[in-house]
């Protein structure tokens, strides 16, 4: 009877032991099953994030890439505004490009371009997403070839562009730091004969997070 008594006790404390270890192995199991669930989701949000970036990067390439093909030919002197003195920075401005050179002097185009910020017409700023694209109240970049003449042809070569610059908010301050106010999510500043052009960009990802990017080019002016 004693001996039976100690085996039964030694098989309890057997059994006691290996049903803490189940649940010791259980709960494991489930902190490392919750923090692969954590690291997937924040993966996941990483690529969808970066996927879109990665679209406004192409978006981005390209309307900078037209842009400075265009004002890598400006005749400097014709540049409206000049962006020299007191007011240095601009979102339009217009230009005559070098048709040829002529004993040295180069000769203009008959043509101006352009280049504008303007309002997306397709929606309207009134803080709704009146084209259903996910982005509310952008705005655009417009090229015009002919600009002032009477048969001018504008193409939109950057859209989805941000209101103001990125970090800047509308309200008269300077969020961003770059020492103006207000400024636009398309600039144009000059510094001597070097022209720089910043474009703001927003869209929103697969998960619906706001995503925003900058880009910038420069350009020398050598007419």
Excluded: Y
Aim: with cysteine.
């Amino acid at each position: 009877m004693k001996l039976h008594d100690e085996q039964q006790g030694q098989w309890s404390n057997r059994t006691g032991s290996t049903l803490l270890e189940v649940s010791i192995s259980i709960a494991m199991v489930s902190i490392v099953l919750g923090v692969a669930a954590m690291v997937g989701i924040a993966g996941r949000k990483a690529f969808v994030t970066a996927n879109k970036q990665a679209q406004l990067d192409s978006q981005l390439k390209i309307a900078l890439d037209r842009i400075s093909a265009e004002l890598g030919s400006a005749i400097s002197s014709s540049l409206d505004p000049q962006l020299t003195g007191m007011v240095t920075d601009t979102d339009e401005i217009s230009l005559a490009q070098v048709l040829g050179i002529v004993d040295g002097v180069p000769v203009p185009s008959p043509d101006l371009i352009s280049f504008s910020f303007e309002d997306d017409p397709n929606d309207p700023v009134d803080g709704l997403d009146n084209d259903n694209d996910e982005v509310v109240d952008e705005a655009r970049v417009v090229f015009v070839r002919g600009s002032g003449g009477t048969s001018p042809s504008a193409i939109t070569i950057c859209k989805n562009v941000r209101r103001h610059l990125q970090g800047e908010e509308e309200g008269g301050g300077d969020e961003n730091g770059n020492g103006l106010i207000d400024e636009s999510g398309f600039l144009i500043q000059r510094d001597g004969n070097l022209l720089s052009i910043k474009i703001t960009v927003q869209g929103t990802n697969a998960n619906g997070e706001s995503v925003t990017k900058t880009s910038s080019a420069s350009i020398v002016l050598r007419n």
